[in-house]
């Protein structure tokens, strides 16, 4: 099975992975999902207000693209807020079980 | 800035006023294309209106746009059409009857464009309408 | 919270398209005045002049940039100019009835499109504010 288990007294702790490790790894996985989402979600924005803006220069005049952008803005922003507290209620439960 | 779409109602308002006021002297100028006999002596002679930007002088930019008024009413100087009718009750020494300077198809022709002018009018007033309505419905 | 775009340029937009409505009405309103010349709201060229020098839009931020410009780009005031070009009609009345018609169905519609957007932006500060709840 495990490499740190031999026969019944054979038991090398050093060979079990640590659960701090485990831990940390965690830790990075969901600070980077976190911050990717929260990256991508603003770019998102970022381009609706930039679109909206050209919209009122007179710089665009499809109203779709105008009112796609919106939507993605729209839609992308309340997604991200959904999966974010998904991702720390996750994170709280792990947290949990270490104790 | 509320007060500039209601500012449109006025100026359109204005516009359909003038417009129904230039009907109504149509109105006149055919009703009396024949009467060879007024108050004043002589045929009718036919009138139109002269129109003017109307502005108010207490404030500037845009806010002194008041639409457009009507500045006076004149009479149409052309000749009278001769008719030669001796029997006529209002013929002249030489048996000629006066008639009015009205043509009609020239009043027709003047009254579909009242008419028109007046739709337009209406339909600033709906724009306008669409673009409170819109404007009440932010965030909901 | 309010330096955002959207509610310092579509706000600042809807004021001169409000102008831009009074003008066009003046304009159908007096269509058979005798020498009135049309009159137009000059305004897109200006914003656009300010949306091109403006960095914040691009999608690099530098944060403290950000708030000066746009605070800035909410200021644009409109104006009116008078178009004194040639009538065809002996009156001098130069006003194109079927113009100003469409220029303000345009108006209208930019208008109500840019009253949608606004909403959507208030609406996505609404969930950001909720989280999601």
């Known amino acids: ?99 | 800035m509320m007060d500039g779409l209601f500012k449109v109602l006025d100026i359109a308002a204005s516009g359909m006023t003038a417009e129904r006021f230039r009907l109504d002297v149509i109105s006149q100028n055919l009703a009396n294309s024949d009467t060879t006999r007024t108050e004043e002596g002589g045929p009718y002679r036919r009138k139109t209106v002269i129109f003017q930007e109307a502005l108010n002088e207490s404030a500037n930019g845009s806010k002194n746009f008041g639409g457009v008024k009507v500045s006076s009413i004149v009479e149409d100087p052309s000749p009278f059409r001769l008719v030669y009718d001796p029997n006529h009750p209002d013929a002249d020494a030489e048996g000629y009857v006066s008639y009015p300077n009205v043509n009609v198809l020239r009043e027709m022709v003047d009254m579909m464009s009242a008419q028109r002018a007046y739709e337009m009018n209406a339909a600033v007033v709906n724009s306008a309408k669409s673009m409170y309505n819109s404007a009440l419905g932010i965030g909901r | 919270m309010f330096d955002n775009i959207n509610f310092e340029i579509i706000p600042n937009t809807m004021d001169a398209l409000s102008l831009r409505q009074n003008v066009i009405s003046q304009n159908i309103a007096n269509y058979e005045t005798p020498g009135y010349k049309r009159k137009y709201v000059d305004f897109e060229n200006e914003l656009q002049k300010a949306l091109s020098e403006d960095s914040a839009l691009t999608l690099k931020v530098n944060r403290d940039q950000h708030i000066n410009n746009t605070l800035s780009l909410g200021k644009i005031q409109p104006n009116i100019q008078i178009d004194d070009s040639k009538s065809l009609r002996d009156d001098g009345n130069n006003v194109d009835p079927d113009v100003e018609l469409v220029r303000m169905t345009q108006n209208t519609l930019k208008y109500n499109t840019l009253s949608r957007l606004m909403t959507y932006a208030i609406q996505r500060y609404e969930t950001a504010i909720r989280g999601g709840k």
Do not use: C
């Not at chain 1, 999902?33 to 770019?43: C, G, H, M, P, T």
């Open chain 1, 1 to 99: 099975m495990t490499d740190g288990i031999n026969g019944i007294n054979g038991i090398d702790p050093n060979k079990l992975v640590p659960e701090k490790t485990k831990q940390e790894d965690k830790n990075l996985d969901f600070s980077k999902l976190l911050k990717d989402a929260i990256e991508e979600v603003n770019s998102i924005q970022k381009n609706a207000d930039k679109v909206a803006a050209d919209y009122a220069a007179g710089n665009i005049t499809d109203i779709h693209q105008v009112m796609i952008a919106a939507e993605k803005a729209s839609l992308s922003l309340q997604l991200t807020t959904e999966v974010t507290n998904r991702i720390v209620e996750a994170y709280k439960e792990i947290m949990r079980m270490q104790i």
